[in-house]
């Protein structure tokens, strides 16, 4: 069975700092990756997706992520953060079409504030 | 190009009742995924229609129902009520079958009391 976890429910970063968000997957089978973004009271925007291309994905809003498949991991990144970047990030794993289950596993959100 | 809608944003229930939430997919996305989220809590998926018929289903019990429309629109029907419902429910669409490139519309918030 598919699992995300994202570690820390809550991380703060001042403005200008670096944002590191952590997710780790299992997955029996190769993976796609997803991240996604919500803030309050809207529905979620996806920011990029690993589907086995190059291992370094860049997405939206100056996000990337890296994945590594030797640390079943996949962290966004981003090199400053901007107030604007306060919101829910979900990371999300899903199997490739045509291995069965083709829906998106969710993780429990990271809230990400940014300090002033 | 218009984005995935969803109707009502809100809705208020007695338990026991029946809701239908109603969703309309991106402009040539013929898949449709139903996702429920409780308050601080990640989406869960409840099903996925593909050209009007369920492509998957995750762990919901059989009073969550679902339809697709030959416009590729789609219903999210829910009886029997329970406090538990009470959560955001989300629409996304795809172009394809699968959890590729979903497009989530803003949701409805469901209370049910």
């Known amino acids: 069975a598919q699992s995300v976890t994202q570690l820390g429910s809550h991380v703060s970063v001042s403005e200008g700092a670096l944002v590191l968000l952590r997710c780790n997957y299992s997955s029996s089978v190769p993976p796609y990756l997803f991240w996604y973004v919500q803030y309050p009271n809207q529905g979620l925007q996806l920011l990029l997706k690993?589907?086995?291309?190059?291992?370094l994905v860049k997405g939206i809003n100056g996000f990337e992520a890296e994945f590594k498949k030797s640390e079943t991991s996949f962290h966004l990144t981003k090199p400053s953060a901007h107030m604007s970047d306060a919101a829910e990030y979900f990371c999300a794993v899903s199997d490739r079409p045509n291995f069965g289950n083709e829906k998106l596993t969710f993780g429990t959100g990271t809230r990400l504030t940014i300090i002033p | 190009e218009t984005g995935v809608t969803q109707s009502p944003t809100h809705l208020i229930k007695t338990r026991g009742q029946q809701v239908t939430l109603r969703c309309s997919s991106q402009?040539?996305?013929?898949?449709v995924s139903w996702y429920q989220q409780a308050l601080g809590q990640g989406p869960q998926f409840i099903f996925q229609?593909?050209?009007?018929?369920?492509?998957g289903r995750g762990n919901f019990p059989p009073r969550f129902s679902g339809l697709q429309f030959p416009n590729y629109s789609s219903e999210l029907n829910v009886n029997a009520l329970e406090l538990d419902d009470s959560a955001l429910y989300l629409c996304?669409?795809?172009?394809?079958?699968?959890?590729?490139?979903?497009?989530f519309g803003p949701g409805t918030r469901l209370t049910v009391t």
């Open positions: 229609y593909y050209r009007e018929e369920e492509n």
């Open positions: 996304a669409s795809s172009p394809k079958r699968g959890a590729y490139e979903q497009y």
């Open positions: 690993y589907t086995s291309a190059a291992t």
């Open positions: 402009s040539g996305h013929n898949t």
